[in-house]
């Protein structure tokens, strides 16, 4: 998929691989970012770091691993330093708090899908979570994850399951 | 069909498009089985809501430009970094060749502490630069 930005960097055209690099995943990038931090302002800044040290990387890109998995690694680490950061220097204001993601019709609300996979694992809430931001890309999850497409489906489904139950359980 | 074969089709029909014979078998089956429908029913409202409460936002409209401009702006700094060592190279191949042509010594002579003495200064001015660095650091 990626052969294009491969083959340009072989001829050493950094600048011209990155732009195609740049249209290709900025919007991927920065959902993942997103469903990592939860506030779209830090998001963006964040993501602008990741694709600076993507830039920096690219004439370096051994091609070991394949170039999306390469990516998304630096993304998550990004992300994740970013969010150590803050842990650190300070806790939320309220002005910061984590940005309710777009409202929803009365059939579920808000606090009830939050709480819904507030119960679920980890693994299971992240693959829910990328798995619509994503657009419901499996491919794109399992990329971002670095997991066998069967694992992400798997999740799915098992984190569908769980809160098809609760919900039952609820009403 | 069983009940768990139907509910993992179903499951599966929410991440892509089953193919003709799965849904005519799940929807089949459903028409007779009352616990796989009202699952099917809490799926979809499951996931229609989380479709809804997930909508990615859009990066701003001065993502690329503010990029650019940091991208620039490491390249200006990169070069800055190198600019003395490239300044130093440059003057040592302009002294030496400069008296390659004027002084009156063999060519391999001029050559050879041409090229020497650029290195002994290269060394002696990056331990400098190394010192005041460290001076810096202080």
């Known amino acids: 998929m990626d052969q294009d930005i491969r083959q340009l960097l072989s001829q050493r055209q950094k600048d011209r691989a990155f732009e195609v690099l740049l249209q290709r995943y900025q919007a991927k990038v920065f959902r993942l970012v997103f469903s990592m931090l939860g506030n779209s302002s830090r998001a963006e800044e964040v993501t602008q770091d990741a694709f600076l040290k993507i830039w920096q990387a690219l004439q370096g890109y051994d091609g070991r691993a394949s170039l999306?998995?390469?990516?998304?690694?630096?993304?998550?680490?990004?992300s994740i330093s970013h969010l150590r950061a803050e842990f650190y220097r300070k806790t939320l204001s309220l002005e910061e708090a984590p940005e309710p993601f777009a409202e929803v019709e009365p059939v579920l609300s808000r606090i009830e899908i939050e709480r819904l996979l507030a119960n679920l694992p980890d693994e299971q809430r992240e693959v829910i979570v990328l798995f619509y931001l994503q657009e419901r890309s499996i491919e794109d999850v399992a990329a971002m994850l670095d997991l066998p497409e069967g694992t992400v489906k798997s999740h799915l489904h098992r984190a569908r399951k769980a809160m098809a139950t609760r919900m039952e359980v609820r009403r | 069909m069983r009940c768990q074969a139907a509910q993992e089709l179903i499951l599966e029909s929410l991440d892509c498009r089953l193919d003709g014979e799965q849904q005519n078998s799940v929807e089949?089956?459903?028409?007779?089985?009352?616990?796989?429908?009202?699952?099917?029913?809490?799926?979809?409202?499951?996931?229609?809501?989380?479709?809804?409460?997930?909508?990615?936002?859009?990066?701003?409209?001065?993502?690329?430009?503010?990029?650019?401009?940091?991208?620039?702006?490491?390249?200006?700094?990169?070069?800055?970094?190198?600019?003395?060592?490239?300044?130093?190279?440059?003057?040592?191949i302009v002294a030496t060749a400069v008296c390659f042509l004027w002084l009156p010594v063999s060519p391999t002579a001029v050559l050879t502490v041409g090229i020497a003495l650029t290195f002994v200064s290269y060394v002696l001015q990056t331990m400098f630069r190394f010192w005041l660095e460290d001076l810096e650091g202080l």
């Open chain 1, 68 to 78: 999306s998995t390469w990516i998304y690694t630096i993304a998550r680490n990004t």
């Open chain 2, 28 to 92: 089949s089956h459903i028409a007779q089985c009352e616990m796989c429908r009202s699952f099917r029913e809490a799926q979809l409202v499951l996931d229609g809501a989380l479709a809804a409460h997930y909508v990615a936002p859009q990066l701003g409209s001065t993502f690329r430009t503010t990029l650019a401009h940091r991208i620039s702006g490491e390249k200006r700094r990169a070069l800055q970094e190198w600019l003395p060592d490239l300044v130093h190279l440059g003057g040592g």
